[in-house]
């Protein structure tokens, strides 16, 4: 959890490495499935979500890689 303080940004799917990294002290884009990310993200964090429901599925895999790549790019550059 510490390392977080010398971290630019991570990704996690939602998870318990993901609460590990829920530290606030560095970006952390999470993954969701079928869960619903309002329910296990607090608000007014560092905490992005992108969930597999904003692509028709409750697949994590249908999540496109390169959707998440601009995201870690544009938390990386703001």
Do not use: Q, R, W
């Amino acid at each position: 959890m510490a390392c977080t303080n010398y971290m630019k940004c991570s990704l996690s799917n939602d998870s318990g490495v993901s609460h590990m990294l829920s530290t606030n002290m560095s970006p952390l884009i999470k993954l969701f499935g079928e869960k619903n990310p309002i329910k296990f993200t607090p608000p007014n964090t560092l905490i992005k979500t992108i969930s597999a429901k904003s692509f028709n599925s409750n697949d994590i895999n249908k999540i496109p890689v390169d959707y998440v790549i601009n995201k870690i790019k544009d938390l990386l550059t703001n």
